[in-house]
């Protein structure tokens, strides 16, 4: 390898698909992202498979007009968890691609979680009915899988495609399916009992493995030079991780957009019974990437504040904190019922305090449009800091570096409460690429000197780093302490 390197990152989402090109250092040269269409009816979310490579094939083809085809040395590729379709060994497609959130197959949930209930709870899996594995059986019951037919998940189309060949999937883009991470295989005793022949199952590996080389027809359609690495890949949540730099131990990355993401890194699985929290095996030093995510994020600002000058208000937020005239209420801001950790609850709908009494989080007499905004990211830095307290409880490790993306972090004054609330520093970024995340494994599959985490370091800087005003600390946890009062009252911890 050289310094000239150029390597491809490929995210392959629900909406687009996005492809770049990146150097040993992580700067961008080339990028391209091609709309994604879906058919939705009811519980049935689909795609055509087809149509993954083509928009894959028309981004990277515009991406690799603008460098050095000779530097090409590797490719990867990330997708959306539990996306499935079948493929015979003609690589024909002999369904459609079923989304990751497609539900036509709950009704399998139960039988699946009776097969071998040791199994999952060993591995910490709460089935759910969106999960890969349902519609997998869904789909044996049918009989629409051939002798010749292979379930195959979303990066495995790319990755065949491009080697003119089946190829192995990674454990990642497995799990949703009941892979064994534990034993690293697939779990042949609630197979054999459900009906699903391993032989119409993938070989599995890990993250960041060579699988194939890449092929003529590819070099036709893109221009991606024949014999090109393809390293496998995983889901866009670890991508996206990888991407961030949260890696070493005691890592964790929280991403705040509509909702709030929570993954890290632990020397051990960190699941609960109820599924909320479950770990990825990660591609290196034998580590677990665990996380858990909640309803609660940015997605109930629109419903407060709608039309709202956001950047007028969060200049406000920062003169009153800066002034110690904050005027916040005590919240758990959910923009509907319905939560998914730190607790589970359907039914809940989040609530709002103010002096001691319950009141709605609403523009009125007592609050204005900046004390409601500012309340938001009170109580979001509150459920944040009790997920982090809840993984800490169940034994993972948060002494690393915790980083952070999302539409969160344009906020000055969001990051500020954030880093006081959690009394510690987050790191921002300067790109949290999920593609960059793909071009990374890529880089880390033909590694033979430089570990992973080596790695993402140099493909990744900061673009800040937010420290707690110490002088608030005690402040807001006083607020934490009501926001924990209240749960309790609710009887809800």
Wanted: aromatic share 8%.
């Amino acid at each position: 390898m050289s310094d000239d390197d150029l390597w491809i990152g490929i995210d392959l989402g629900t909406q687009s698909v996005k492809v770049v090109v990146v150097d040993n250092d992580g700067k961008i040269v080339a990028q391209d992202a091609k709309d994604l269409v879906s058919v939705r009816n009811e519980k049935i979310h689909e795609q055509d498979p087809m149509q993954w490579i083509k928009q894959t094939q028309s981004a990277l083809r515009n991406c690799l007009k603008s460098v050095n085809l000779n530097n090409i040395r590797a490719v990867s590729t990330c997708s959306t968890s539990g996306t499935i379709t079948v493929m015979n060994s003609k690589l024909e497609f002999k369904a459609a691609g079923i989304m990751y959130d497609d539900q036509r197959a709950e009704e399998f949930t139960n039988e699946i979680i009776e097969a071998d209930p040791e199994m999952w709870k060993k591995l910490g899996y709460q089935i759910q009915p969106t999960w890969a594995l349902p519609k997998m059986l869904k789909l044996f019951r049918e009989n629409k899988i051939q002798k010749d037919d292979q379930i195959v998940f979303q990066t495995d189309v790319i990755s065949s495609s491009m080697a003119q060949q089946k190829v192995a999937t990674d454990w990642s883009s497995a799990l949703k399916s009941g892979f064994d991470l534990l034993e690293l295989k697939w779990p042949e005793k609630a197979f054999n009992i459900l009906g699903i022949n391993l032989e119409n199952l993938p070989q599995v590996v890990g993250p960041g493995t060579i699988i194939g080389s890449s092929g003529k027809d590819w070099q036709e359609e893109t221009g991606l030079p024949i014999g090109t690495k393809i390293v496998s890949g995983q889901t866009d949540g670890c991508a996206a991780q990888i991407g961030a730099g949260a890696l070493s131990l005691g890592d964790w990355h929280s991403v705040i957009g509509t909702t709030l993401v929570l993954k890290g890194v632990s020397n051990k699985p960190i699941f609960d019974t109820t599924g909320s929290i479950y770990s990825h095996k990660a591609p290196h030093d034998d580590l677990w990437l665990p996380g858990g995510a909640s309803s609660v994020g940015a997605g109930v600002i629109s419903k407060l504040l709608p039309n709202a000058n956001l950047d007028q208000l969060n200049s406000e937020i920062l003169d009153s904190w800066n002034n110690s005239n904050e005027k916040w209420t005590v919240n758990y801001p959910l923009s509907k019922k319905g939560e998914r950790f730190p607790i589970l609850n359907s039914e809940f709908a989040g609530f709002s305090f103010q002096f001691g009494k319950d009141e709605p989080l609403a523009v009125s007499n007592n609050l204005s449009p900046a004390q409601v905004l500012g309340s938001v990211y009170i109580g979001v830095a509150a459920v944040e800091k009790f997920c982090f307290e809840m993984l800490a409880e169940k034994g993972a490790s948060l002494t690393g570096r915790l980083s952070s993306s999302g539409g969160a972090i344009k906020s000055e004054a969001w990051n500020k409460i954030r880093s006081t609330m959690l009394n510690k520093e987050i790191v921002i970024p300067a790109s949290v690429e999920t593609a960059l995340g793909s071009a990374i494994l890529a880089r880390f599959g033909l590694s033979r000197e430089m570990k992973l985490p080596q790695i993402s370091k140099q493909m990744n800087s900061t673009a800040s780093t937010i420290t707690p005003d110490l002088k608030k600390v005690n402040q807001l946890e006083d607020y934490y302490q009501q926001f924990k009062n209240k749960l309790k009252q609710l009887e809800l911890i």
